[in-house]
């Protein structure tokens, strides 16, 4: 992975642990159940974009060198057991 990459995917797990520290401390003041569930359901699709990121960048660097290597198959596995704790 890249510097800039790791640097993205590293700005965007700050910011969703800031927004973490904002829902805990929306239930310490007693926010409406909705308002909470909302931005959960934003830290959710956050962490499914930084997935999604890792994935493809996965995917494009160790099965082409898998390919090219002769175990293509063994990461092939190994991306779905990633996939599959991701989904």
């Not at 797990?13 to 800031?18: F, P, R, S, Y």
């Not at 829902?23 to 699709?45: D, F, K, N, Y």
């Not at 099965?63 to 198959?73: I, K």
Request: with cysteine; hydrophobic share 45%.
């Amino acid at each position: 992975m890249s510097e800039t990459q790791t640097q993205e995917l590293l700005s965007r797990l700050a910011k969703i642990e800031g927004h973490i520290r904002a829902i805990s401390q929306m239930v310490e003041t007693g926010r409406s159940c909705p308002e909470v569930l909302l931005q959960i359901a934003a830290v959710r699709s956050a962490l499914n974009k930084v997935a999604k990121m890792l994935l493809k960048e996965y995917a494009q660097q160790n099965l082409v060198d898998a390919a090219q290597g002769g175990n293509l198959e063994e990461e092939i596995a190994h991306l779905r057991s990633a996939l599959d704790s991701v989904i």
